[in-house]
């Protein structure tokens, strides 16, 4: 039989967004529970690369669950001799392995009295005074409901959101390779752009082996495999000792028709807050899930102010972010032959820019256009 219980907030999916939420609640004295349909810790497709303003959120140290460190980073461009690069005093890319870094970030949470029910799926929603939620074998109830699970998460569409994220594909392979060529390809994390068009490759170098990837920047069919494997012959990898495909989708465009109703709340990729520039979405899965949890627990009471609080500290920096970023990725995956001309004067200044916004020590406000071109040193300035 089906056992009923009531909780303050439910968040829905253990990754980044959901165990953040669920620890700024917890840690608030909320009564809450992450649902979440695997077993920790569970793979999650992604190349784990944290960049360091993500990972300067944390209210915690995950350096256990961190495998590399890199203090810099390669940018290749196939019609130039040399990679851009860029080097701090600091790792610019911390790289984890996502079922230990998740898991570490639940455990978290938990310390503060939020309660897991792992292995329970989110099935049907019902909104009333409380907002029922139907797992296969529970029905749980809560005044509100934190969305964290993920791009292809059903709890925006139960809650009556249309599909307004723009979502890319992106392959990634777990690839064991010959000593020598981790050697070789382990001493930095790189990005390869020309290694398919209208996106790039990466190969993030972990513990004992390579996470590989590309991702494609326009939502259309294209074999990203073929693309992948021609990646790994310009890394010069020709043999592997072993290769996990993972397929997945990433949402680089958020959504146009709100964050919150009727008391749930949207965060991450069900929001659809990954950088449309890089792909890269554990920063704002973070970050969104903190203000959702902040949010809900400051204004408790008044579900509306809530909902507010939340939109007003999304547009303080991620959304002004995101459209700025969205803009650079028009130009900079549908115009390549002007990127390429720019590309020799401009790259360095641009790559230095790109990492002081991902380290955090450029933050994309109001006057960050002027202060970039500035930097950049563009006509004028
Ligand atoms: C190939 C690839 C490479 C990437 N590389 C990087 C990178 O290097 N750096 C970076 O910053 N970002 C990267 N990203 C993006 C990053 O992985 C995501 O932005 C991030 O995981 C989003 O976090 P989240 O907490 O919103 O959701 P997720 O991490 O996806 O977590 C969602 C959780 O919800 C659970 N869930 C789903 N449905 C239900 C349900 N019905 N009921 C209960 N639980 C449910 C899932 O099991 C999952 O645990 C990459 C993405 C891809 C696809």
């Given at each position: ?66 495998e590399k460190e890199f203090n810099s ?24 392995m996502r079922d230990q870094f998740d ?21 049907q929603l019902e909104f009333a005074e ?252």
């Amino acid at each position: 039989m089906a056992v009923e219980q009531t909780w303050d907030v439910i968040v829905i999916g253990s990754g980044p967004a959901g165990a953040m939420a669920a620890y700024e609640l917890a840690k608030a004295g909320r009564k809450v529970a992450i649902l979440e349909k695997e077993i920790l810790p569970r793979y999650k497709t992604c190349g784990g690369g944290l960049v360091f303003r993500g990972r300067e959120l944390l209210p915690v140290s995950v350096q256990t669950a961190v495998e590399k460190e890199f203090n810099s980073l390669a940018v290749y461009f196939d019609n130039l001799p040399q990679p851009f690069t860029a080097q701090r005093n600091f790792p610019i890319l911390s790289m984890v392995m996502r079922d230990q870094f998740d898991h570490l970030l639940v455990q978290e949470a938990v310390k503060y009295g939020a309660v897991l029910l792992e292995g329970q799926a989110l099935q049907q929603l019902e909104f009333a005074e409380l907002t029922a939620i139907h797992t296969q074998t529970e029905v749980l109830h809560t005044r509100y409901v934190v969305a964290a699970d993920g791009v292809l998460g059903p709890t925006a569409k139960l809650a009556g959101w249309k599909e307004t994220r723009k979502l890319i594909p992106a392959l990634e392979y777990e690839v064991g390779v010959s000593p020598s060529d981790f050697e070789r390809l382990s001493k930095e994390a790189r990005f390869d752009i020309d290694a398919i068009p209208q996106g790039y490759g990466w190969c993030f170098p972990k513990a004992n082996h390579l996470s590989i990837g590309v991702g494609l920047f326009a939502p259309k069919k294209i074999q990203l495999r073929t693309y992948y494997q021609a990646y790994l012959q310009k890394l010069g990898i020709y043999e592997t000792t072993f290769e996990e495909a993972h397929g997945f989708q990433i949402p680089v465009g958020a959504r146009t028709d709100g964050f919150s109703r009727n008391g749930v709340f949207l965060t991450g990729d069900a929001a659809g807050f990954a950088d449309p520039l890089t792909a890269e979405g554990l920063t704002n899965s973070i970050y969104s899930g903190i203000l959702a949890g902040q949010s809900i627990s400051r204004q408790f009471d008044h579900p509306e102010l809530a909902a507010n609080t939340y939109q007003a500290a999304l547009e303080e920096r991620l959304l002004p972010e995101l459209r700025f970023s969205e803009v650079m990725a028009r130009f900079f995956y549908f115009l390549p032959a002007a990127r390429n001309l720019l590309m020799p004067r401009y790259g360095q200044r641009a790559c230095e820019i790109l990492t002081d916004v991902f380290t955090g020590q450029l933050i994309l406000s109001q006057d960050f256009k002027k202060k970039a071109l500035k930097k950049l040193k563009w006509p004028n300035w």
